[in-house]
């Protein structure tokens, strides 16, 4: 297996490939272009591409919409306004009495449009429309609603009694009646929208409004109830607040009597003190009178000089100590009037001095009297602090006591005021709920609308037909441009071979050699190809080759990875233009399994290549000319081998090619596919170059790159991928794609030129040239 070198210069590849004498020839390569990014006309040229599943989605789901939609009934819808006002109504009601009113506007607000929707609400305006007697709600609507289906009883319109809540016509009704009621608040506001659809105008408005009326009597009836609850509990609650209130005023009495002495008590206690009070300063002014007496200044004394008889006996000593003093100076002592003088002055002198002592002692009498009076008035206040201390620590419980009878009384009253307005509220028939706008006869119905569901399933069939466009796109994994081979196979995309009949006629015309008669020659080989186009896509093919590598590959594998795939026509067509420059071509049909390139260039199959290796046919008697083609020759198959890969392993093989190389300018071998036998990894080892033929819109990429993959594994060099048998009326070829791939112009007799074939002959190197 021969080696292949890759070394990587300026974006181009370079290979070291077997020649001709058995040495290596360098050839360069130009390398693949990197994936490019999606753009918009790409998407739109899927959905060319695709445009039968999106018309044919389209038009499914607008039929079954416009069928859907005229087959609908007509629905009328009546609708209301109502105001709900989240204030507080000005009544009483439970929720207040038991402090549970929830004050969230926005939770008052959803629970009200719950209770619009509520099954009691439903079920009370049913009842009283009787609407469980019209076949429009007694009827249920299986599958999507498409069948109507009555229940076992139907309700009798001339029965007057009311109707069985557990039978199936009346179920249905309740289910059928919430389906066809809407409730829509008004954003931002106290408004709410409710809505009714029927069949029946009038019915419609009638339910609506009816719908209405029971709303606001239901919550009428809810705030009764509420306010007879609170009556009744308020009563209940009264009769045990007025015992215990009674119970608490009795005990504080009961206390108040047992602590009458504590008013006495303060009361003692403040005489007391102010007595005590009186006593001190008496003390103090009496204390002061006694220090005179004990310093002996009985004369300083306060009552000293107003003592009448003190002064008196002063004046009268002082009247005798005279008359003494005046005896005394003319007689002697011991006259008998001045003895007699003498005595009195001393009498008096003596009354005089008692009178002093008896005011003296009355001082301390006094001041002893004073002390000994503060000093019980003291003691008495002391007892009586004791006693009013000992009374005070009895009033803490009685101010308890006092503080629970207040709350009794003031939680009595309240209740008393809360029952008697609960009893007002009872006969007040106040309304939070306000309509606004009464439910009117519709004038036409509002369903179905016939316009809007048509833009509808235009809109959506677009939408989905692209979308399963997009995946059967991703779904599609089969080659169909050459932008897909370059991205997904990484490898060169070298033509693409548009759908061609044989010879450019039908295929029901196409000439065929009837099996087992020998084959006889033709005017032209049966897969030449002669219309314009395709001619001018397999020298587009044959250009692509020539200028894929320096120097050309002069012996060619033309394989494929599945049977099937038009190697066998692409190499006798891709011979042809090759012989149309002057070159001399062989084409050697190497596929000893199923060998088909005799049919395709019309000659006999034989004596064959398998024969040449055995030695029994020389080379030169096995290469036949391809009819109406001048320089293309062909080497059939011949007998089909029993062990072809046994056969292509021989040296013989490689001389024969080897051979054929130095006599012919160009060799095409013609293989089985890649993944079938190992023929085609065998014959790679043996030729310069090989070329992938990929059946567009057929062959998934996956295959082709574990073609590519054993080839590679077999160490060949690939030049590229063909496409063939490519429908170019498809998305990706036709509209924009018809420029990217084509010219735009009708081909013609004279449109491959001498001068374009002289071009090719250059590229190709300068072997001649011949008009195609």
Known sequence: ??????????????????????????????????????????????IRKRRWTVLATLLFVFMTTAIGTLKQKPVYEGRILLE????????????QVVGLENRDLDSYRETQYKELESRTLQERVISDLKLYRYSEFYQSHPFLGLFDVNPDKIPSPSDPRPADPGSQAYLNSVGNFSKRLDVSPVRRSNLVEVSFESYDAKLAAAVANKLADDYRYLSLDKKWDEASKAREWLQGQLVGLKATLEDSEDKLQNYAQATERENLANTKLAEIQEEYTKAQADRYQKESVYGLVKSG???????????????????????????????????????????????????LQRELDRQKK???????????????????????VDDAKKEVNEIASKTIQYNILKRDVDSNRSLYDGLLQKMKEAQISAGVTASNIRVVDAAEVPRGPSKPRVLLNLMLAVVLGTALGIGIAFFQEYLDNTLKTPEEVESLLRLPSLGVIQSFPLNGAEESKQPKLPAGQPEQEVALAPAIQTHAAALEAFRSLR????????????CLLITSALPGEGKTTTVVNLGATLASLGSRVVIVDCDMRKPSCHRSAGVANRPGFVRCLTGRVELAQ????????????????????PNPAEVLSSPAANDLLRRLRAQFDYVLVDSPPVLSVADSRILATLTDAAVLVV?????????????RSLLYGAGARILGVTLNAVDMRKGEYGFGGFYKYGYGYEYGAGYGSPAEESADQDAAGGTGGASG
């Open 297 to 347: 200044k009985t004369q300083d004394l306060p009552g000293f000089a107003a003592n009448g008889l003190i002064q008196n006996l002063t004046t009268r000593l002082a009247e005798a100590d005279e008359d003494y003093s005046d005896l005394s100076s003319r007689f002697k002592p011991e006259y008998p009037k001045a003895i007699a003088k003498k005595k009195q002055v001393d009498s």
């Open 358 to 380: 008896i005011l003296a002692q009355n001082v301390v009498d006094d001041y002893q009297v004073a002390m000994a009076r503060e000093k019980k008035l003291a003691e008495a």
């Open 1 to 46: 297996m021969p080696n292949i070198e890759l070394s990587t210069r300026d974006d181009s590849q370079s290979l070291i490939l077997p020649g001709p004498t058995g040495v290596r020839d360098r050839i360069e390569t130009l390398d693949v272009a990197a994936e490019e990014v999606l753009h918009l006309l790409d998407y739109w040229q899927l």
């Open 695 to 707: 059946r567009g819109y057929s062959t998934p990429y996956q295959i082709v790159r574990r073609a």
């Open 622 to 641: 096995a290469i036949l000319p391809v009819p109406g083609v001048a320089n293309l020759s062909i080497i059939p198959c011949g007998p089909v081998p």
């Open 543 to 554: 250009t692509s080759i020539l200028l894929s590598a320096h120097p050309v590959p002069r």
């Open 84 to 95: 709900i006002n989240p204030e507080e109504p000005s009544v009483v009601n439970f929720s």
